[in-house]
């Protein structure tokens, strides 16, 4: 299972990547807004710690969305090129495919989307499980079925886990067998941590404490 960091911040992106756990970014217009920053140059400072970074196109037509995709694959190899899942998306997707430039289909919200995206040869796609959730829909049942789907084809596409918002949706993404969550740095940092092992470390310190050295 490959983890990847939701964030367009480049020192949350430093700091996992030395856990020596960290496959990838996601970025999106939204996220680089929050940081007001170069997205360019924060692309391409991401890519100093990551193969896979991914980067959204804002343009709405298949022709800007093209354009546009060419330009930012060019940027640099560890580039994913993010292009939402609409008609004009599926074409551009299509385009990339042929042109060799890798994809991420984001704002799926159906198994009929995920099928359309890896059809249209996209190299990952994104089902927005928190975005479900907050419609009163189950956004890990959707992973479920997208998953179940795969097992019947050889659909290459790499299913991502978006939208995540608490530590369970990552473990239900690795017990679904899910091939990629992306997870925000808030949600990331509480991963590696348990009561039980505080607890531990704490018991087997006191202890060596009493040990005659
Ligand atoms: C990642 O690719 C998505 O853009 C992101 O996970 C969306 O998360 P949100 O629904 O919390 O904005």
């Not at 008609?87 to 890798?102: D, N, S, W, Y």
């Not at 198994?111 to 956004?139: C, H, M, W, Y």
Request: net charge neutral.
């Amino acid at each position: 299972m490959k983890l990847f960091l939701d964030t367009a911040n480049v020192d949350q992106v430093a700091e996992i990547a030395a856990w020596g756990v960290l496959d990838g970014v996601t970025t999106n217009p939204s996220l680089v807004a929050k940081e007001g920053k170069d997205f360019k140059k924060t692309v391409l400072k991401m890519c100093e710690y990551v193969p896979s970074v991914s980067a959204q196109v804002t343009a709405t037509d298949a022709d800007g969305m093209k354009k546009q995709a060419v330009e930012m694959s060019d940027w640099h190899t560890h580039v994913i090129v993010k292009v939402p899942m609409t008609v004009e998306g599926l074409k551009t997707l299509a385009f990339c495919k042929e042109k060799g430039i890798r994809t991420n289909c984001t704002l799926v919200f159906s198994v009929n989307q995920a099928v359309l995206a890896a059809k249209a040869g996209a190299t990952i796609i994104s089902p927005f499980v928190g975005r479900l959730d907050d419609t009163g829909e189950n956004g890990m049942a959707l992973i479920a079925q997208i998953l179940q789907a795969w097992s019947h084809y050889a659909f290459p596409t790499e299913v991502l886990v978006a939208s995540t918002r608490n530590p369970d949706h990552i473990t239900q993404a690795a017990t679904l067998g899910a091939h990629i969550a992306t997870i925000p740095y808030e949600v990331m940092k509480k991963l590696p941590l348990h009561p039980l092992t505080d607890a531990g470390i704490k018991k087997f310190m006191d202890d060596w404490a009493k040990v005659r050295k």
